[in-house]
T-cell receptor, first 116, second 115 residues
Framework: AQSVAQPEDQVNVAEGNPLTVKCTYS??????LFWYVQYPNRGLQFLLK??????LVKGSYGFEAEFNKSQTSFHLKKPSALVSDSALYFC??????????????FGGGTRVLVKP | DTEVTQTPKHLVMGMTNKKSLKCEQH?????MYWYKQKAKKPPELMFVYSYEKLSINESVPSRFSPECPNSSLLNLHLHALQPEDSALYLC??????????????FGPGTRLTVT
């Protein structure tokens, strides 16, 4: 069975500082990895995904994530955080095939608080 | 247009009521999903429709009844709900169920309160 772990319930960072949100995963076969962000009282918004190829993936709003197969990690990063980045972030994984391939498994979420 | 719309935004219903949630997308996506999300928790998958046919039911109680009238619309019919069913109900769509690398696009959700 696939699983995702986001070890930090909350990350606090000062505006302008680098932001990192951690994610590790477990899946049979090759993973498809996703990051979503959820602002208060809103649905989830897609940020970026890793399918194959370059381990560094660039996404929306200046976010990027690095796929590390040996560490089974897919950490989300932003070089300079903004107050408007304060939100709930979810990492998610899907296996690349099989009967369970359609199900997107989410991590528990990490709340990011960017202080001015 | 990358928007998924959901109505209503908020719904309060009694345990004996019957109500429906609606979801619509015009991106030509052929897979549509219902999720339930409790506060500060990740979304939990309820149902998946692929090409207007139900392909996944995550052992959801029968008081939740999904319907996909056409490729753009997805409904969730609610009947005899319990207070613990109060949650944010999210609809999502993706280009194709079988190609799992497609991202899902989520609607804003319906905030359901069962009294």
């Amino acid at each position: 069975a696939q699983s995702v772990a986001q070890p930090e319930d909350q990350v606090n960072v000062a505006e302008g500082n680098p932001l990192t949100v951690k994610c590790t995963y477990s899946v049979s076969g090759n993973p498809y990895l996703f990051w979503y962000v959820q602002y208060p009282n809103r649905g989830l918004q897609f940020l970026l995904k890793y399918i194959t190829g370059d381990n560094l993936v660039k996404g929306s709003y200046g976010f990027e994530a690095e796929f590390n197969k040996s560490q089974t990690s897919f950490h989300l990063k932003k070089p300079s955080a903004l107050v408007s980045d304060s939100a709930l972030y979810f990492c998610a994984v899907r296996p690349s095939g099989g009967a369970a391939g359609n199900k997107l498994t989410f991590g528990g979420g990490t709340r990011v608080l960017v202080k001015p | 247009d990358t928007e998924v719309t959901q109505t209503p935004k908020h719904l309060v219903m009694g345990m004996t009521n019957k109500k429906s949630l609606k979801c619509e997308q015009h991106m030509g996506h052929r897979a549509m999903y219902w999720y339930k999300q409790k506060a500060k928790k990740p979304p939990e998958l309820m149902f998946v429709y692929s090409y207007e046919k139900l392909s996944i039911n995550e052992s959801v109680p029968s008081r939740f009844s999904p319907e996909c009238p056409n490729s753009s619309l997805l409904n969730l019919h609610l009947h005899a709900l319990q207070p613990e069913d109060s949650a944010l109900y999210l609809c999502a769509s993706s280009q194709d169920k079988t190609s799992t690398y497609y991202e899902q696009y989520f609607g804003p959700g319906t905030r359901l309160t069962v009294t």
